[in-house]
């Protein structure tokens, strides 16, 4: 699976967008992306995913390159609850592997 | 979005003792289950992948006599951690896939806690 970098921690305004960004420079074309957080304490929850065309969900719009070597993870409106650890995980198509985790942006959302 | 559900949350246990932790899928079928560990500050590291009926693949550095993996059924994939010593105090978090290929998901449970006295 592709590797992906993250920068280390972020801070964001409640109430502002929140836009994290991910490389993924050597990702194959079957490799999707897929974005988790991790709240202290808790176990990883799942965002979102995509292959190239962005995507959108209750939580959070991803945006994908059309070169596919980066993405950005856009929390509309961040609240206090979103501060996480935020990973950026690439992984292939059928593949049957577990997600490997990097070591992820921490963000924190200032009131 | 699935559940996975991981008892207990926390257990505090003497060093020499063994500990049992499970985690279940409660609404779906999960034929594969993750065990990951982390330490403060670090990210998830895996440390086994089972499927159901089957033996348990452990990750380099992991040692499978010390850590028990159990997939019994597919809700169900216990962790016991064998004479638990201070150094295997972290937080255990499982993980249940639901299908296959890149469309499935991989689910998280909310971690065990352990601490090892």
């Known amino acids: 699976d592709a590797k992906t970098t993250q920068p280390p921690s972020m801070d964001c305004a409640e109430g502002r967008a929140a836009n994290l960004p991910c490389n993924h420079s050597t990702i194959s074309g079957n490799e999707y992306v897929y974005w988790y957080r991790q709240i202290h304490s808790q176990g990883p929850q799942y965002i979102i995913h995509?292959?190239?065309n962005n995507e959108t969900n209750e939580m959070a719009s991803l945006i994908i390159t059309e070169d596919r070597k980066s993405s950005t993870l856009i929390l509309p409106h961040a609240t206090l609850r979103d501060t996480a650890v935020y990973y950026c995980?690439?992984?292939?198509?059928?593949?049957?592997?577990?997600?490997?985790f990097g070591s992820g942006t921490q963000l924190t959302v200032l009131p | 979005g699935a559940v996975v559900s991981q008892h207990p949350s926390r257990v505090i246990c003497k060093s020499g003792t063994s500990v049992k932790i499970e985690c279940r899928s409660l609404?779906?079928?999960?034929?594969?289950m993750f065990w990951y560990r982390q330490f403060p500050k670090q990210s998830l590291m895996l440390m086994a992948t089972s499927n159901e009926g089957s033996k348990a693949t452990y990750e380099q550095g992991v040692e499978k006599d010390k850590f028990l993996i159990n997939h019994a059924s597919l809700t169900l994939s216990t962790l016991t951690v064998t004479s638990a010593h201070p150094e295997d105090s972290s937080f255990y978090i499982c993980s249940a896939r639901s299908g296959q290929g890149a469309q499935s998901e991989q689910y998280f449970g909310p971690g065990t806690r352990l601490t090892v006295t």
């Open positions: 995509g292959l190239k």
């Open positions: 995980i690439v992984r292939a198509s059928g593949s049957a592997r577990q997600l490997t």
């Open positions: 609404d779906f079928q999960a034929t594969t």
